[in-house]
Nanobody, 121 residues
């Protein structure tokens, strides 16, 4: 059974760090084109934060500005998002997602339940 489970969210102050973990099952990482982290803030549309391909190529949204790092551990079936220098604008529910393809096009059709990240000033 394909499943994505996020963990690691929480509340931090401006400038703090959090590391999100997406634990996968059902072989989704080995078959998906990309794994990604997306977020949705209250009253806003869901947006892509970062993505990583099976080969390890990474993509970051412009607002990340070098503060976050995505990584994957295929042996453990996990995808990580290390977030540093957090600020209140990063407050959102963060979702792990998979693009199973084909074709590959960041069509996120497999989702986790989300984890809340709250950054206070």
């Amino acid at each position: 059974q394909v499943q994505l489970v996020e963990s690691g969210g929480g509340s931090v102050q401006t400038g703090g760090s959090l590391k999100l973990t997406c634990t996968t099952s059902g072989g989704v990482m080995s078959t998906s084109c990309d794994m990604g982290w997306l977020r949705q803030a209250p009253g806003k549309e869901r947006e892509l934060v970062s993505a990583i391909s099976r080969s390890g190529s990474t993509h970051y949204a412009s607002f990340v500005q070098g503060r976050f790092r995505i990584s994957r551990d295929d042996a453990e079936g996990r995808v990580y998002l290390q977030m540093n220098l957090l600020h209140p604008a990063d407050t959102a529910v963060y979702y792990c997602a998979a693009d199973p393809g084909p074709p590959c096009g960041r069509d996120w059709t497999v989702w986790g339940q989300g984890t809340q990240v709250t950054v206070s000033s």
